[in-house]
């Protein structure tokens, strides 16, 4: 299956990166057990926060990050200008939107439009991938 050229331009990407280009090459995979061991034993592990993180991959319009909390932690008043979504892995999470809360069960996937303040709150030690899509530039920049 070839790629749609006109939009996309593979190995573009992490030429327009200066700092870690690697999280923009055309192909990318990731041993996700793995890495959450690893973030384990980050020193964002032990801070106050809770919480620790890792981008995954970073284009121009697209990322992905792997968040890691411990229990009983927030990400408070989050707020993205591109549209998300919240891939659970681990633990219990519950999302907390203006009018209400959503509980996601490991392996369920939360999409919210672009703009949507919500907040994260592990109840137990928990992990999630996080994706954040913008809109390409109009201008083609």
């Not at 992905?64 to 408070?76: C, S």
Request: glycine share 4%.
């Amino acid at each position: 299956m070839a790629a749609n050229t006109s939009t996309c331009h593979p190995g573009d990407s992490s030429k327009d990166l200066s700092r870690l280009p690697q999280l923009a090459e055309p192909l990318l995979q990731f041993d996700l057990p793995e890495e959450l061991q690893q973030l384990r034993h980050e020193d964002s592990w032990q801070r106050q926060t809770g919480r620790s993180s890792k981008t995954l991959a970073k284009y121009p319009d697209f990322r992905i990050i792997l968040v890691l909390m411990k229990a009983n932690t927030q990400m408070n008043e989050y707020r993205a200008e591109g549209r998300i979504s919240i891939h659970h892995l681990l633990g219990k999470i519950c999302i907390h939107l203006p009018d209400r809360k959503v509980n996601l069960a490991v392996g369920q996937l939360l999409v919210l439009d672009c703009g949507m303040v919500h907040n994260v709150e592990a109840l137990e030690e928990s992990a999630f991938l996080l994706t954040i899509s913008w809109p390409k530039d109009p201008s083609g920049s």
